[in-house]
């Protein structure tokens, strides 16, 4: 009967300090180790420096240009040819940290793309927004106090592209990112503006 494959002290001690250092759940350290002994056959507690990218990959954490870039900035902070068990955590959990940020700011590039859609823009983000169609929705539809007269004041002309209304909403603080959020569910769920802001409110009170 075959023995199974025990980890030695030294790699156990790692794993736990590892666990305590980064917060790291017990299911999350387990696909970590089985994506580093892949590499570290003799249960060293390390991996080659060229051999990280392929840990991290088989994590999910190299699906893109923006982490593969971040990932080589990191490595080349580290600067070493083999990297210990708790190093790779530190990468792990700084590219999923990371990873989680380009989400967020997707989510929030797609809730701009649909209010801007939503209130006269294209979906490719060309075209414009007039001021009068923005302030209208505000006060007919969602009820907001936003000062928006002041702040559309410093855009010439009567309407708006893509960069700016971000930014509008973007300086408009709060206010002015909830109307997007609002904007954004109300287009992708129906045609045309019948749900006011105020019955997300009451909805948000009751779900919470």
């Known amino acids: 009967m075959k023995r199974k494959q025990t980890i030695n002290a030294d790699y156990q ?18 696909e970590i180790i089985v994506e580093v002994k892949k590499f570290d056959t003799k249960g060293t507690g390390y991996v080659g420096k060229h051999e990280v990218d392929d840990v991290l990959r088989d994590l999910k954490l ?8 971040r990932f080589n900035e990191e490595l080349k902070i580290m600067n070493a040819k083999f990297l ?6 530190d ?8 990873q ?39 006060k007919r539809e969602f009820e907001l106090n936003l000062e928006l007269d002041s702040i559309l004041g410093d855009f010439h002309g009567t309407q708006l592209d893509f960069d700016e209304f971000c930014q509008l ?8 990112k909830s109307f997007i959020t609002n904007v ?8 045309d503006f019948v749900v006011r802001y105020k019955d997300f409110e009451k909805w948000d009170k009751l779900v919470n």
């Open 100 to 138: 989680q940020q380009l989400n967020e700011e997707e989510t929030i590039t797609q809730e701009y793309i649909d209010a801007f859609c939503a209130l006269g823009g294209q979906l490719d983000k060309s075209g414009f927004v007039l001021k009068s169609t923005i302030i209208e929705t505000i």
């Open 184 to 191: 954004s569910l109300s287009k992708r769920n129906q045609n």
């Open 169 to 176: 909403f973007e300086n408009a603080g709060d206010d002015g």
């Open 84 to 89: 210990d068990f708790k190093q790779v955590c």
């Open 62 to 69: 190299l699906d893109n240009e923006k982490l593969i870039a």
């Open 13 to 30: 001690d790692m794993i736990q300090q590892a666990k305590s250092m980064f917060n790291l759940g017990q299911d999350e350290v387990n």
């Open 91 to 98: 990468l792990y959990c700084k590219l999923k940290q990371y």
